[in-house]
């Protein structure tokens, strides 16, 4: 719970603090002078302790631990006005399965090969703090598309955290019919920041991603609202189109599901001028995912990607099509 930006646990351990340090204040004298004062070879008994001394030892009581305290304080109330639990609400409460580690390596040298001047992002997460620190280090541009409220808030706090500002994520909430984006908040969300040339379409999310009200209760919570649009919605997939035209680079995640895997031409402007490599990896054990990068002929990405393939011995496949049955 927070009140006008503290946290109330803290606020009790702040007073409980204040009152240690005043029983200090007037103990340590005692402490520090008392068992010499009282010992059992003195010629005469003495008060444990003289004026001076509780006049010194109260100085460096207020002089020491009292500015600890308060440098506490003034971290607390830092951390606290960055979290976003008081004004930006709840954060995701359950782990999504991301692509692993051999990915995000391959991720960062390939934007650091490709050096795209403008990112797209549908569905933030974990890549969202890798295109904010690329196009902080190369001054491009970058903005994600993200309707989950939740995860809105994760990834722009991470991006904040990491000192690149609140400014690259948008909160675009789903059309009321729950097809695809909002498409008057999307359009104003990516306003003048195209035409991106490296794109990651990885939302919005679908019902029939999840095999059970189990699965699907796993991530969401339905005070939240509806979090599944269709990633097959034609109207959208005009709308990454259009924001794509100029596109190098076009990442599609989930073509193992064949939906999916067939709108990937459709978000291309001109869809046989690109190669097509399959990225398989395991957000969960036995639980195949898959994910289109589709490389423009011609461009700085197609011929710099074999290489950096090579040296990262990164597994691609060219030919692959979804398992039967994968809606």
Same mark, same amino acid.
Request: proline fraction near 5%; glycine fraction near 8%; charged fraction near 25%.
């Given at each position: 719970?927070?009140?006008?930006?503290?946290?109330?646990?803290?606020?009790?351990?702040?007073?409980?603090?204040?009152?240690?340090?005043?029983?200090?204040?007037?103990?340590?004298?005692?402490?520090? /002078?008392? $068992? /010499?004062?009282?010992?059992?070879?003195?010629?005469?008994?003495?008060?444990?302790?003289?004026?001076?001394?509780?006049? /010194?030892?109260?100085?460096?009581?207020?002089?020491?631990?009292?500015?600890?305290?308060?440098?506490?304080?003034?971290?607390?109330?830092? @951390?606290? =006005?960055?979290?976003?639990?008081? =004004?930006? &609400?709840?954060?995701?409460?359950?782990?999504?399965?991301? =692509?692993?580690?051999?990915?995000?390596?391959?991720?960062?040298? @390939?934007?650091?090969?490709?050096?795209?001047?403008?990112?797209?992002?549908?569905?933030?997460?974990?890549?969202?703090?890798?295109?904010?620190?690329?196009?902080?280090?190369?001054?491009?541009?970058?903005?994600?598309?993200?309707?989950?409220?939740?995860? /809105?808030? %994760?990834?722009? !706090?991470?991006?904040?955290?990491?000192?690149?500002?609140?400014?690259?994520?948008?909160?675009?909430?789903?059309?009321?019919?729950?097809s695809w984006y909002d498409r008057a908040?999307?359009?104003?969300?990516?306003?003048? !920041?195209?035409?991106?040339?490296?794109?990651?379409?990885?939302?919005?999310?679908?019902?029939?991603?999840?095999?059970?009200?189990? &699965?699907?209760? +796993?991530? @969401?919570?339905? $005070?939240?609202?509806?979090?599944?649009?269709?990633?097959?919605?034609?109207? &959208?997939?005009?709308?990454? %189109?259009?924001?794509?035209?100029?596109?190098?680079?076009?990442?599609?995640?989930?073509?193992? =599901?064949?939906?999916? @895997?067939?709108?990937?031409?459709?978000?291309?402007? %001109?869809?046989?001028?690109?190669?097509?490599?399959?990225?398989?990896?395991?957000?969960?054990?036995a639980m195949a995912n898959a994910l289109?990068?589709?490389?423009?002929?011609?461009?700085?990405?197609?011929?710099?990607?074999?290489?950096?393939?090579?040296?990262?011995?990164?597994?691609? +496949?060219?030919?692959?099509?979804? +398992?039967? &049955? +994968?809606?």
């Open positions: 719970m927070f009140v006008a930006g503290w946290h109330i646990p803290d606020l009790t351990r702040i007073a409980r603090g204040a009152h240690i340090l005043a029983g200090i204040g007037q103990e340590a004298p005692r402490y520090a /002078f008392g $068992r /010499f004062a009282n010992r059992a070879d003195s010629v005469e008994a003495r008060p444990a302790c003289t004026w001076f001394e509780n006049i /010194f030892c109260a100085s460096l009581c207020y002089s020491i631990l009292v500015p600890m305290l308060l440098r506490r304080v003034v971290r607390t109330l830092r @951390f606290a =006005k960055r979290t976003p639990a008081d =004004k930006a &609400g709840p954060l995701p409460f359950a782990a999504w399965g991301t =692509k692993g580690f051999e990915f995000w390596t391959f991720l960062s040298v @390939f934007l650091r090969e490709v050096r795209p001047k403008a990112i797209l992002e549908l569905g933030c997460g974990r890549s969202s703090t890798f295109f904010a620190d690329y196009a902080h280090a190369h001054a491009a541009r970058y903005v994600g598309i993200e309707n989950n409220l939740r995860w /809105f808030n %994760k990834t722009t !706090l991470d991006i904040d955290l990491l000192g690149f500002g609140r400014r690259h994520v948008a909160h675009v909430e789903l059309a009321a019919d729950g908040a999307f359009d104003a969300a990516i306003g003048d !920041l195209g035409p991106f040339d490296f794109a990651l379409i990885d939302a919005p999310n679908e019902r029939r991603f999840f095999d059970s009200a189990a &699965g699907v209760a +796993q991530f @969401f919570r339905t $005070r939240d609202g509806n979090p599944f649009g269709h990633r097959d919605d034609p109207a &959208g997939l005009e709308a990454i %189109k259009s924001a794509t035209s100029h596109c190098d680079v076009m990442m599609v995640d989930d073509v193992h =599901k064949e939906h999916v @895997f067939r709108s990937v031409d459709r978000m291309l402007a %001109k869809p046989h001028s690109y190669e097509k490599y399959y990225f398989i990896y395991y957000p969960a054990r289109c990068i589709s490389v423009l002929r011609g461009s700085a990405a197609a011929s710099r990607l074999p290489a950096i393939v090579e040296l990262l011995g990164f597994s691609l +496949q060219r030919d692959y099509v979804p +398992q039967p &049955g +994968q809606a």
